[in-house]
């Protein structure tokens, strides 16, 4: 029984398109991906850290009046922190050895002042510590600082003085440097798993290397869009990482549910090219709202003035829309001309069953749904519990920075309790007295967490009171600090004087804040465009309600899970993580719920019986969800290789919840509440069994229904 669509759809039109330039468009996925190859090491190596400020924020403020009004103070302040193992700071040639690197530095021009500091109590009698201002690209010109510093101490010094470079911008430069490596080996460790994975559950190694293909053609793709676009848009390891990990799981799982699709036209006797053109009508379709979903739910991330935030919500979009093309274009191409190749390399123990198994347990769901309803619902509530308790927290990554040289810089200072300084910026009216602050630093000086307290005034309209804090900038003891230093100048200074602090602590506490703050108006946009991009297709209101409500146990199960092993380890979860796991989770959960419930619409629409249709629907969608799932978490878990806190975090976070969705949700919950509903899923639509599937307002799904 065939039931087809006067007009194909866009995916199938583009398909189809594709199929009659198969050499041109293969040619060209080809000529783009070797460029991007060989676009990639100026790629790596024109990566540099994020900005040192959060546009927008009270900080960033904070940091543009300083400059403004004490030039001298530049844009950034950083410390070198200077040590000898056989040499006194009071020696006379430790002393002319830090004086010559001092003028050395002094002489570059996006240097505005480098000052030694005085010792403080407590310090280690070997140590010396100058302070550094540069103004413009930070990020440009710290190569060239560093190495004209450690270049001069030695030679001054004949190797007895070393020097080491802290501060935020250094500490971001040496983890885009510690993740160059974690990505080659995140790569050389998931590949071969996932075409493992692959020809296991595809049970042909020909298959499994076409969808691998497909993949990487999108990982170059992604990649070398950024390589171009990298003179107008900076690149950081984290883009490069999120579009890397991106591209290659949802490459694998686009190209496995078309290529399942495919491979089951080939068996019912469907010639290549229109096993081809069907499976991109119905699998196409379905992949392309897939990736519409995920683009969707990514893009909420804008709305959060936070860099490394907008960095990633790029990365998952461009990842997507790539991914997407790949799917569409190149795919059929590879369908068509390497037919042969599909059915190439059989695994001896693998026989196709035409999915019995799911379909005794189909039948075993629409018998009993309120055990499993309930169960389910009861144990990921159960695993979202700690999540109540989720502590955040932007913590320096000091397992990442160990042994680099602002790892070694940031243990000196924090052996000498010396954790940076927080800038009070006090305007005032252009040529009134300074701020009286005698009281503030007085009282700033009696606390114990202040090394020391000083201040000066531009002779215009600026009052600056520089705080040396003892406790390091991530430390809970900062940012009590912070509150009491921003408290006592509410009490201390005349009524309504403005109070803007700048420093490293502010700029994390600024960070936090955000990220908190915007949670929830991230977590909003993200359930309305989803609801409503549902709705669009299954013209429907209870489908969008309850794949809403099951993405977010999903996702609160996974949070709690990591809160659960982040409590274990005595570590705090970076407030990005949430945000990153929301938008990307609720993305790729949507795409199994599309893909599922599109094959149950296609069996109702046809047949009229509801259980017969979910039974149905698992059986042609249980196997490729699963497969893609198992591909995608193993993905995502390869982040657990990387050295870094926050994007082990994010690994942990989206591999559980991808396991998650693809067993006890798409399998299992869904289908149980899809049968409580019965004909009540398809609510308010006029005819119970429309269901719309291309972008097109009025274009309805083509469908192609086989016995």
Known sequence: MRETSTSPSPAARLAAWAIRHATPVISLWVIFGVTAALLLPSLLSAMRPPQARLPGSASAHAAALIERGFPEWGSEQMLLAFSSATLRADDPAYLDAVSVTVRALATRPEVTLVDALPALAGQDPRHLYALVAVTGDTRRHLPGQRQLAEQTVWHASAGDVRVHLAGVTPAFAELVRADEADLRRIELVTAPLVLALLVAGLGVAGAALITLAVAVAAVLAGVGLFAAAAPLLPVDSTLLIVTVTVCLGLGVDYAVLIVLRHRHHRAGGRAPVEAALRAAATAGTTVSWCALAVMGTAACLLVIPEPVTRHMAVAVVVAAAVTLAAALTLLPCLLVRCDRVLGWGPLPWHRERGGAGWVRWGRHLTRRPWPYAIGISALLLLAATPALDLHLGIRYDRAALAGTDVGQALAQMERDRLGGATFVALPHPSGGPPVDVAALVERLRADPLVADANSLDNGRDLTLVIVVERPAPDSAEAAALLGRIRGEAARLLPPGQPVHTAGATSLLHDAATIAATSLWQVIALALACSFVLLAIMFRSLLIPLKAVCVNLLAIAAALGLLALACSLLGTEVNPLIPLLVFTVVFGLSLDYEVFLVHRIAEHYRRTGDHDAAIVEGLRHTARPITLAAAVLAT???????????????????????????????????????????????????????????????SRRFQTVQEE
Not at 667 to 675: E, G, K, N
């Open 635 to 697: 993905t995502f878990a390869g982040l657990l290789l990387s050295h870094r806190h926050d994007l082990r975090q994010a690994g942990f976070a989206v591999a559980v919840a991808v396991v998650l969705d693809a067993t006890l949700i798409r399998v299992a919950l869904v289908p149980a509440l899809m049968r409580l509903f019965g004909h009540r899923n398809w609510w308010p639509a006029t005819c119970r069994l429309r269901m719309s599937s291309c972008v097109g307002k």
